[in-house]
């Protein structure tokens, strides 16, 4: 698969630096960190790594980084060892397209939309009228990479970025995301405390890359800074909108749309066997190019669609593997909870916290733990 603007999923982030010969590098075991960071993504000592970034200086500046970029950037910077267990730990599991769209297009993140797509529609419809992408398009990106602005990640993208260079499974990438971001610094863009994101390096309201930052990021409030990362996402989105436009967005064109019936023409997706279908269009495509999933796709979409007023799908998804529908999942977390086994709420989604409760709710009954849910637990729960 082609990279995009991003190949790691929801979220990504970065991490830390030690000392290195001739760049001021903050103590690995000391660097200035964000309040509320988990503590395996504070800097620990790593003399491997210190090496490594050692080594790099030379590397950037024959790219083009200074020496004072370089200071500034890898300043009060350290190992961090939770970005390398995240990055281990991401798997091939892949979620039903029912279950995606739970969590991606939710009632919460509908509501959250529309109040967000409110508040900055002068932006939005501004946005439109430049580049051609629908406003809802723009919103819903921004609602699924960062939940409209609270999401938007507070790991150094240096640090993180640094450190899976120097881990090596994906070294070649990530060094060329860190140059990027050393560059970002370097143009002024924002400062090294600011330059925040997700674990793996993605930053801002809509999660860009570095790269895709140099390449796709617009001034478009005029102030001289591609500033993704600022309370105000104006730019952010702008550069959302600049990206879509230069990948194959085509202005007055909708990314599809549910069909139900027969339907001929086009190009027909049923990702889910069972569930809804979608005719989708070029623009679907375009989404695509942001992060390479059908599911994510219709998610922006659908997303989009319902913060415009749009109503929920009409087609229905299939019973589980475990026989049970979303209805039916629903009412479990729900009686589960009555019960006092937390769930973590009751959006029809078994993930590990549900999973847990079910678990010990079995263990309460004199049941195997097992975790797996069925129509004689939903049944016993009444």
Known sequence: MGISRRFFGFGLAAFGLGACSNVTAGNSQTGVVKPGLPADLRPVANAGYDAWVDGFRDRALSKGISEATLRAGFRNTGYLPGVIKRDRNQTEFKRSLEDYLSIAVSDERVSKGRAAFARHQST???????????????????????????????????????TLAYDGRRGAFFEKQLIAALKILQNGDTTAANLTGSWAGAMGHTQFIPTSYQAFAVDFTGDG???????????????????????????????????????????????????????????????????????????????ADRIAGGPPLRGKFPPDANGLTKDDRVALQNRLTVKGFDTG??????????????????????????????????????
């Not at 263990?363 to 733990?369: D, L, R, W, Y």
């Open 345 to 382: 709420g009751a959006d029809g989604v078994l993930g590990p916290k549900s999973q847990a409760a079910i678990s010990a709710y079995q263990s309460s009954i004199g049941q195997a733990a097992t975790g797996i849910p069925s129509q004689e637990l939903l049944r016993s729960l009444k």
């Open 225 to 303: 800074r591609r500033d993704i990362w600022s309370e105000d996402p104006t730019d952010a989105l702008a550069s959302t909108a600049a990206y879509l436009a230069r990948n194959g967005w085509t202005r007055g064109q909708s990314w599809g749309r549910e069909v139900v019936g027969d339907a001929t023409g086009g190009t027909i997706l049923q990702p889910q066997p069972g569930g809804p279908r979608f005719a989708v269009t070029g623009n679907f495509r375009a989404i695509k190019r942001y992060n390479n999933s059908d599911a994510y796709a219709i998610g922006v979409g659908h997303l």
């Open 124 to 162: 939005l419809r501004a946005l439109e009228a430049k580049y051609g992408v629908d406003a809802s398009i723009i919103a819903a990106i921004w609602g699924l990479e960062s939940f409209y602005g609270g999401r938007r990640g507070d790991v150094p993208v240096i640090s993180a970025t640094s």
